[in-house]
């Protein structure tokens, strides 16, 4: 019986994991996530994974989560309307992901699972293994299949200091080596950089002597989802003295949320709602908000329009971006970062000490996590492709034959058979637009007609036309949005009117109560009159009445 590894996402993209583990006519699901969009594609929230494949092969047996980044469980409203099944994950991941459902008004079959402690999954036993991320509770898995052991790293690097004391289970990966592992799928994100990736407790002392150095108000923007830096800054915030307020709606439910599930233990009296900031001293207030990627209307951006009476950036201030920037992202970091200093902040983005740390392995860490597991065929994933060429070529570099090392991209599959691995043929696969996450999906046609409206404006053209006699009665008559040179009066405007009323006058005397046709000939000679007077290709609309 062979087994098939199939990505439905995140191999050749940064975001939107899916991988499909096959066998048997059977199928489980490796994460579902989502993909933020960029400015060309308008009027949508997020991407998820095209489900073309599983409607085709007969459906899904379960869900397995690594860990509760949205690029990893974002797209599970939309996966589980259509495909119920149980989804397994850790107490944290699971908690975020409940509390996601639970706004889509969604209930799951969600079952938790624990390091080392194997269960079953669809045709597979599974089991969870313990690694170190920028969120808590992530896990890899291991996965025993007919065709031997396979391995999922997820996200991960290695912290040999992480602030909750949670290590990656580097024993336990070792003892899947020695006893064989058939293939290795592992994270890719961080695989051109050399080295190792800084770890969270050097992070926490750079930000510490920020904080006790500071003569105002310190302000550090972060990701909602590094609870543990979270609570080491809340920490920091008692022991010199200052009170802590927590700006962001993702950044309060995540402590709550990790609070609940013990992950999460806030030092006492230490945190202040924002309203009751406005009477505390500059030197004695640390502020931690959500928005370091720049995104509007986050907690970071109201604060650079001015903040709310309560919280506010002035002279003397400084304001610490502890992340990473997303790529996509340096032009919005720019614009909240020049507007917080236009308010009088110090701003504090590179350091020669770190202020953030990445959550993924570079290539030392990676070269540890191969030797750990010493697989007979290797997969590189999460990353575009630039960085899985990168991770093979350190597979390589660790050994690995060329031929035993596959760089797949999304739709792509391959085959592992009596000990072989092999190419297969490829899946549907591709993206879904959605206009929220969880939301309903947004067709192609309509991605397309917004562009048009975008790039090129609108021109609606309506008439009013006698049902009797199918002679208009009123117009037709044109408005515009978004075309220049278009106005009531422009010779343009005059053109575009004329080639309206050729239009209709063209018309076969049976279609001119049609409305369709109608409808069809005010488009057609609108967009006539424009390319020959401009050359230019505005969206057109026609509007036929009956009367």
Known sequence: ??????????????????????????????????????????????????????????????????????????????????????V????????????????????????????????????????????????????????ETGEGTVVHTGDFKIDHAPLDGERLDLARFCELGRAGVSLLLSDSTN???????????????????????????????????????????????????????????????????????GIFREPPGVRLDPEQAAGVPPRGLLVLATGAQGEPGSALARLAAGGAASVRVEPGDVVVFSSRSIPGNEMAIADVSNRLARLGARIVEKALDPIHASGHAQADEQRIMLDAVRPRCFVPVHGDVRMMQAHARTAMGMGLSASDVFVLEDGEVLQLESGDARMAQAVPSGRVW?????????????????????????????????????????????????????????????????????????????????????????????????????????????VAVLV
């Open 434 to 542: 959605l206009d929220a996450r969880g939301g309903g999906e947004v067709p192609a046609q309509i991605l397309a007609e917004r562009d048009q409206l975008s790039d090129r404006g609108v021109v609606v053209a309506w008439v009013a036309i006698s049902r009797e006699t199918g002679s208009p009665t009123a117009g037709p008559e044109l408005s515009s949005r978004g075309v220049p040179h278009c106005e009531p009066g422009s010779e343009l405007y005059a053109e575009a009117l004329r080639g309206a009323r050729e239009a209709l006058d063209q018309l076969a005397p049976e279609d001119r109560t049609r409305r369709g046709a109608v409808e069809e000939a005010l488009q057609r000679g609108v967009r006539r009159a424009f390319r020959r007077e401009t050359g230019a290709r505005p969206a057109v609309v026609g």
């Open 88 to 143: 397994f994950g850790t107490r944290f991941t699971l908690a975020l992901v409940r509390e996601r459902l639970a706004e889509h008004d969604l209930r799951a079959d969600l079952r938790e699972v624990t390091p080392r402690v194997p269960f079953e999954a669809g045709p597979f036993l599974a089991e969870p293994l313990r690694v170190t991320h920028s969120i808590p509770d992530g896990c890899a898995f291991a996965v």
């Open 1 to 86: 019986m062979s087994l098939r590894v199939i990505p439905l996402g995140g191999l050749g993209e940064v975001g939107m994991n899916a991988l499909v583990l096959e066998e048997g006519g059977r199928r489980v699901l490796v994460d579902f996530g989502v993909l933020f969009p960029n400015d060309r594609v308008p009027g949508v929230e997020v991407a998820v994974p095209d489900r073309r494949y599983l409607r085709e092969a007969g459906g899904l047996d379960a869900v397995l989560l690594t860990h509760g980044h949205e690029d990893h469980v974002g797209g599970l409203a939309s996966l589980l309307r259509e495909f119920p099944v149980p």
């Open 191 to 261: 695989s051109e950089r050399e080295g190792f990736s800084v770890g969270e407790a050097q992070v926490a002392r750079t930000l510490e002597r920020v904080v006790r150095e500071a003569q105002g108000r310190v302000f550090i923007a972060l990701f909602a989802s590094n609870i543990h830096r979270v609570q080491r800054l809340m920490e920091t915030a008692a022991a010199l003295g200052r009170r802590a307020v927590l700006l962001g709606h993702g950044l309060g439910r995540n402590v709550r949320l990790a609070s609940e599930a």
